[in-house]
C-alpha cells in the first residue's frame, strides 16, 4: 500500500533502527519505547489488523512469532516478555498495518490499559 507508514519502513523509503530483516518480515526498534527494549516486528505483505488475519496470510503470521521467539533467545530475554497487538482505532491501533509491539527489561502490570 503505497501511503502506509510501515510499507514505506519495510521497503526502505523511511528510515528506522533495523533489528531484523528477512524476505517475509522486518522488525524495527519503537521510537517511542515503552520498555528498555521495545520494538516492532511487522509482515512486509500489507495486513491491515489481526482482524484481516486468513487463511490466505496466516503463515506470515507464523513466521512474525517464530522471529519473534528467535530475537527474544538472541537478545536474551530470560525474564520473559510481551507482545501485544493491538486491533482497531479503540484497542489503540495508530498505524493500519499489522504489527507486533515486542517489550522486554522491565516487570509488565496486568491488566495493560
Given amino acids: 500500500m503505497s501511503d502506509c507508514l510501515f510499507c514505506k519502513i519495510a521497503a526502505g523509503e523511511i528510515p528506522s ?13 519503537d521510537i517511542d519505547p515503552q520498555a528498555p527494549r521495545h520494538f516492532l516486528v511487522i509482515p512486509r505483505e500489507h ?8 487463511a490466505e ?3 506470515v503470521v507464523a513466521h512474525i512469532f517464530e522471529v519473534i521467539a528467535k530475537l527474544a533467545a538472541e ?7 510481551r507482545v501485544v497487538s493491538n486491533c482497531g482505532a479503540s484497542a489503540g491501533q495508530s498505524v493500519e498495518h ?16
Fill in 17 to 29: 533502527d533495523c533489528v531484523y530483516s528477512d524476505e517475509l518480515v522486518y522488525a524495527f526498534n
Fill in 57 to 59: 496470510n496466516s503463515a
Fill in 75 to 81: 537478545l536474551g530475554f530470560k525474564d520473559g516478555f
Fill in 47 to 54: 495486513i491491515r489488523s489481526c482482524a484481516e488475519v486468513s
Fill in 98 to 113: 499489522l504489527h507486533f509491539h515486542v517489550l522486554s527489561g522491565r516487570d509488565m502490570t496486568w491488566p495493560p490499559g
